[in-house]
């Protein structure tokens, strides 16, 4: 299996688009949300920024050639303290479960030095459970971990 992270240019932002309606599906488990008149769920609405802040970081992920999901990373500046963060992740079922997800995460860590946080919703207990073996092997165990209005936060250094 052939693990490739690529940058996204502008020109993959529909691209990314597309794919998001996917993780849309799959979140609806856990929040909230239907499609549309239209049939499709709604755009999401800081896909723009992406390419227009420099604290915010698309990236595309391919599978022995084929598209197989997107990391959404921003850098944040809150309370005198900076730090990165999982905006959005996504990896299609087909590639779940075998270790595509821990490389791409880990790929994030090291392409982004510094502080993070990860969060994950209460009710998205897988998302708990992967996040927690990832971080917890990227760091050897040194994290720690809260939860605050519904979020389960991860919190560590790269």
């Known amino acids: 299996m052939n693990v490739k992270i690529k940058k996204a240019a ?3 932002k529909e691209l990314i688009k597309n794919l ?3 993780y849309f599906y799959d979140f609806s ?3 909230e949300a239907h499609v549309e008149e239209d049939g499709r769920f709604g755009d999401y609405p800081y896909l723009d920024s992406y390419w227009e802040e420099k604290t915010r970081f698309p990236y595309l992920v391919e599978v022995d050639g084929k598209y197989a999901g997107f990391v959404l990373v921003r850098q944040i500046e809150e309370n005198e303290r900076t730090y990165f963060s999982i905006a959005e992740f996504f990896i299609m079922k087909k590639s779940r ?3 595509v997800g821990r490389v791409v995460a880990t790929e994030m860590f090291s392409l982004h030095p510094g502080n993070w946080e990860v969060f994950q919703i209460e009710k998205n207990v897988p998302a708990q459970y992967f996040w927690r073996k990832v ?3 990227y760091t050897n165990g040194n994290f720690t971990e ?3 209005d ?3 936060i991860q919190e560590f250094k790269s």
């Open 146 to 148: 809260r939860t605050v």
């Open 29 to 31: 488990e856990f929040v």
């Open 97 to 99: 479960r075998t270790g």
């Open 150 to 152: 519904k979020k389960v």
């Open 10 to 12: 502008l020109h993959d």
């Open 135 to 137: 971080i917890s092997e």
């Open 20 to 22: 998001m309606q996917f």
